[in-house]
């Protein structure tokens, strides 16, 4: 059934409805929801270093977003961002603490190693999906909360800093093995990173073969298997790709940002980065655009919480503001 006409929004009417809807809330509470926005504007859009720290979060939105969009191509469905991230910034830290490597060998090793680990993570869902044995929107689900403990086994046990009695967490990486960043920010080569990626995907979902013969699969996977094209080598590819973006982004949190592997990984990246994938639609340019946007909302915690003295959370009442509000999407916006 088509939505109603009223409801054919592209995805910006979708952001100002889910602002709007997040205002009505705030205004519901007793808070200024106008006041709210001055604040954003102000302390976010307007003040060097929460301008800055946009990009600091972007970086991981775009790479767990691309988490999403590149197996969407093949017609899989990752739901497990934050499961992958976790797993990259797990394995990162191992490449980083005993690799037996020293200056641009170790960074070199730390990001491949994080790739590695978000890539096979992902590699278990794709396996099971083929294998007929269960869907891989689930697997990859449940295993995000399976990375966790895994990361929360090593810094409770043999990865556990003695310096760190009260919060537990791993040994400090070497210097060595720390992506740089900006001069007086906290903006590193991680976001670098991601639009590389990011460029590398687009060129070949839209200029190559590969990409042609994925959106063929994606399509309909039984008359691409009939026309001879590999199609489980594709969907095995396709996830780990995926998955190994996430991992990199895992990888610059505690190459760039900790330092070292903590138990409080991620905020959320991989979850948001999958709203990000779905409000742009299947388009991998628009990813940049809506990780901006997901970046302002996850800044707009912090801000709240000095000026209207509102927990951290209202920032998954505004995220599911817009899920709400994409669900009112129309299909002509949707099409990729």
Same mark, same amino acid.
């Given at each position: 059934?088509?939505?109603?006409?009223?409801?054919?929004?592209?995805?910006?009417?979708?952001?100002?409805?889910?602002?709007?809807?997040?205002?009505?809330?705030?205004?519901?509470?007793?808070?200024?929801?106008?006041?709210?926005?001055?604040?954003?504007?102000?302390?976010?859009?307007?003040?060097?270093?929460?301008?800055?720290?946009?990009?600091v979060r972007m970086g991981p939105l775009v790479m767990t977003a691309?988490?999403?969009?590149?197996?969407?191509?093949?017609?899989?469905?990752?739901?497990?961002?934050e499961g992958q991230l976790y797993m990259g910034a797990l394995f990162?830290? /191992?490449?980083?603490?005993?690799?037996?490597?020293?200056?641009?060998?170790?960074?070199?090793?730390?990001?491949?190693?994080?790739?590695?680990?978000?890539?096979?993570?992902?590699?278990?869902?794709?396996?099971?999906?083929?294998?007929?044995?269960?869907?891989?929107?689930?697997?990859?689900?449940?295993?995000?909360?399976?990375?966790?403990?895994?990361?929360?086994?090593?810094?409770?046990?043999?990865?556990?800093?003695?310096?760190?009695?009260?919060?537990?967490?791993?040994?400090?990486?070497?210097?060595?093995?720390?992506?740089?960043?900006?001069?007086?920010?906290?903006?590193?080569?991680?976001?670098?990173?991601?639009?590389?990626?990011?460029?590398?995907?687009?060129?070949?979902?839209?200029?190559?073969?590969?990409?042609?013969?994925?959106?063929?699969?994606?399509?309909?996977?039984?008359?691409?298997?009939?026309?001879?094209?590999?199609?489980?080598?594709?969907?095995?590819?396709?996830?780990?790709?995926?998955? /190994?973006?996430?991992?990199?982004?895992?990888?610059?949190?505690?190459?760039?940002?900790?330092?070292?592997?903590?138990?409080?990984?991620?905020?959320?990246?991989?979850?948001?980065?999958?709203?990000?994938?779905?409000?742009?639609?299947?388009?991998?340019?628009?990813?940049?655009?809506?990780?901006?946007?997901?970046?302002?909302?996850?800044?707009?915690?912090?801000?709240?919480?000095?000026?209207?003295?509102?927990?951290?959370?209202?920032?998954?009442?505004?995220?599911?503001?817009?899920?709400?509000?994409?669900?009112?999407?129309?299909?002509?916006?949707?099409?990729?």
């Amino acid at each position: 059934m088509r939505a109603p006409r009223w409801l054919d929004l592209p995805p910006a009417g979708a952001a100002v409805l889910a602002l709007a809807l997040f205002g009505a809330i705030l205004a519901a509470a007793g808070k200024h929801p106008l006041q709210a926005y001055y604040d954003t504007a102000t302390y976010v859009l307007a003040s060097r270093q929460g301008f800055t720290e946009l990009f600091v979060r972007m970086g991981p939105l775009v790479m767990t977003a691309l988490a999403v969009a590149i197996p969407a191509r093949v017609g899989l469905f990752n739901v497990g961002g934050e499961g992958q991230l976790y797993m990259g910034a797990l394995f990162a830290t /191992g490449a980083a603490l005993y690799a037996p490597l020293n200056g641009p060998l170790l960074l070199a090793a730390t990001i491949l190693a994080g790739f590695a680990g978000g890539a096979l993570w992902a590699l278990v869902p794709a396996l099971m999906r083929i294998a007929g044995v269960a869907n891989e929107a689930i697997t990859t689900l449940l295993l995000n909360y399976v990375a966790p403990l895994a990361v929360a086994y090593q810094i409770f046990g043999p990865w556990r800093s003695p310096e760190s009695s009260s919060y537990p967490q791993s040994h400090r990486i070497a210097e060595a093995a720390r992506l740089p960043s900006l001069p007086t920010t906290r903006v590193h080569a991680g976001l670098a990173i991601a639009a590389a990626c990011l460029a590398l995907c687009v060129y070949v979902f839209n200029r190559t073969r590969w990409g042609l013969e994925m959106r063929a699969i994606g399509a309909n996977r039984l008359a691409a298997a009939h026309l001879g094209l590999p199609v489980r080598t594709y969907l095995v590819v396709a996830m780990a790709l995926g998955g /190994g973006a996430a991992g990199l982004a895992g990888m610059a949190e505690v190459s760039a940002i900790q330092g070292r592997l903590v138990s409080e990984v991620s905020p959320g990246y991989g979850y948001m980065g999958f709203l990000v994938a779905w409000l742009a639609a299947g388009n991998v340019s628009r990813i940049v655009s809506m990780a901006l946007l997901f970046a302002v909302i996850s800044a707009v915690g912090d801000v709240l919480q000095i000026t209207q003295r509102v927990p951290y959370a209202v920032v998954n009442i505004l995220m599911a503001a817009i899920l709400f509000s994409v669900l009112c999407v129309g299909p002509g916006a949707r099409r990729r």
